[in-house]
T-cell receptor, first 114, second 112 residues
Framework: DAKTTQPNSMESNEEEPVHLPCNHS???????IHWYRQLPSQGPEYVIH???SNVNNRMASLAIAEDRKSSTLILHRATLRDAAVYYC???????????????FGKGTHLIIQP | DAGVTQSPTHLIKTRGQQVTLRCSPK?????VSWYQQALGQGPQFIFQ???????QRGNFPDRFSGHQFPNYSSELNVNALLLGDSALYLC???????????FGSGTRLTVV
């Protein structure tokens, strides 16, 4: 799997939007961009994934650069419950078929201030 | 609807021993993957099982083995435990034909 680069940590205030960046300059044409998050003492949780177009769901939005070499996970209104480690992952899975094993980096530790 | 269930939640073993961890997938899921997460690190992929066979394997030694049963549940076995095997072991289930992983809360293994 191609490598991703994320900041080690970010801090934001409660009820404000959060933009989590991810660089993936070596992404291949078949790689989907996936985001998972891991709350303290829990397993990772799926957030969102996309291929080329921006994606929205009830948890977040995913903005993908036109050249696909970077992407941004957007939490529209952060709450204290959003404090977690956020992982950006490239993987060929994401269409109809299941994904292969995921390659996690260290992720971004998001801190939410009340 | 129960999600992914892992047992036990915590385990302490002695170096050189063997351990078996168990995972029940989410209802409707047929594929099980196992991950190892050391403290402060992201999860590392161990292997994935589908139709009772190992479908894909990460960079882990043969001391790590697994099994999937006809009811889709799975076991992870680790032989000749090393101190470095101390970690959180995560199970994730999915459907082979639909993208989307559901992770369990993990088993915390401590090797002393």
């Amino acid at each position: 799997d191609a490598k991703t680069t994320q900041p080690n940590s970010m801090e934001s205030n409660e009820e404000e939007p959060v933009h989590l960046p991810c660089n993936h300059s070596t992404i291949s044409g078949t790689d989907y961009i996936h985001w998972y998050r891991q709350l303290p003492s829990q397993g990772p949780e799926y957030v969102i994934h996309g291929l080329t177009s921006n994606v929205n769901n009830r948890m977040a939005s995913l903005a993908i650069a036109e050249d696909r070499k970077s992407s941004t996970l957007i939490l529209h209104r952060a709450t204290l419950r959003d404090a977690a480690v956020y992982y950006c992952i490239l993987n060929s899975g994401g269409s109809g078929g299941g994904a292969d094993g995921l390659t996690f980096g260290k992720g971004t530790h998001l801190i939410i201030q009340p | 609807d129960a999600g992914v269930t892992q047992s036990p939640t915590h385990l302490i073993k002695t170096r050189g021993q063997q351990v078996t961890l168990r995972c029940s997938p989410k209802s409707g899921h047929d594929t099980v993957s196992w991950y190892q997460q050391a403290l402060g690190q992201g999860p590392q992929f161990i292997f994935q099982y589908y139709e009772e066979e190992e479908r894909q394997r990460g960079n882990f030694p043969d001391r790590f083995s697994g099994h999937q049963f006809p009811n889709y549940s799975s076991e992870l076995n680790v032989n000749a435990l090393l101190l470095g095997d101390s970690a959180l072991y995560l199970c994730a289930s999915s459907r082979i034909d639909i993208y989307g992983y559901t992770f369990g809360s993990g088993t915390r293994l401590t090797v002393v």
